[in-house]
Every structure is written in structure tokens, then in C-alpha cells.
Nanobody, 125 residues
Framework: QVQLVESGGGLVQAGGSLRLSCAAS????????MGWFRQVPGKEREFVAA????????YYADSVKGRFTISRDNAKLTVFLQMNSLKPEDTAVYYC??????????????????WGQGTQVTVSS
């Protein structure tokens, strides 16, 4: 079992940056691919980025490629999402997720085994 707690959300102006963190508990953290999804009211939760258990493979949604970077520190049981050049359309609740699938599997199939509670990101124009 993996429990996930996000932090780092907030309000930022367009063009600015934020760094989200997701702290995991559970000794099996290293077995899981990790990812980030986001959701706005009235819309489905959408995939943002994922990283393999080793950190050697990443996968991104087209809408964030070149602006967002996912990384993980297995020693600290933490996954990060560095978000640069933020746009108003990036405004959403961001959820951390873990999966026994691959990073690409998280993106293509939305394969998720555990969810965090979410953190709000608001980008003002």
C-alpha cells in the first residue's frame, strides 16, 4: 500500500513557475511508476506526466512537453513536478498517482493504483 500527499500548489502569474512535491509512504514506493494528473471542474481527470520506478523513463502529455519536468528521489520517497512557463489553462487540481504499470502505461491507459488528495494550482493571466 502507498499513501501519497501532495504539496506546493498555489497562485502564480502566467509565465511563472511552481514545483509540486508528492511525499509517499510505504516501503514499496520503489516498485511503482509515479505520475501527475490534473482535473478542472466538469472535466475528466487528465494525464500530465509520469516517471518509471527507476527514474530512467519519463512520459508527458503534449500540452506540457518542454514546460514541465517530472523527477523522483527514491531515497526520500518523493516525486516532483517542476512547472515552468505556466499558462492560465494549466489551472487545475493536481493529483499525484502511483502505478504498477509503466510510465507510458500511466499516460496511455491512465493505469493508476493509488491517488493523492490533490493540490490546487491557479495561474492568473
Amino acid at each position: 500500500q502507498v499513501q501519497l500527499v501532495e504539496s506546493g500548489g498555489g497562485l502564480v502569474q502566467a509565465g511563472g513557475s511552481l514545483r509540486l512535491s508528492c511525499a509517499a509512504s510505504g516501503r514499496t514506493f520503489r516498485d511503482y511508476a509515479m505520475g501527475w494528473f490534473r482535473q478542472v471542474p466538469g472535466k475528466e481527470r487528465e494525464f500530465v506526466a509520469a516517471i518509471s520506478w527507476s527514474g530512467g523513463s519519463t512520459y508527458y502529455a503534449d500540452s506540457v512537453k518542454g514546460r514541465f519536468t517530472i523527477s523522483r528521489d527514491n531515497a526520500k520517497l518523493t516525486v516532483f513536478l517542476q512547472m515552468n512557463s505556466l499558462k492560465p489553462e494549466d489551472t487545475a487540481v493536481y493529483y499525484c498517482a502511483s502505478s504498477l504499470s509503466t510510465a507510458q502505461g500511466m499516460g496511455v491507459n491512465k493505469s493508476v493504483h493509488h491517488w493523492g488528495q490533490g493540490t490546487q494550482v491557479t495561474v492568473s493571466s
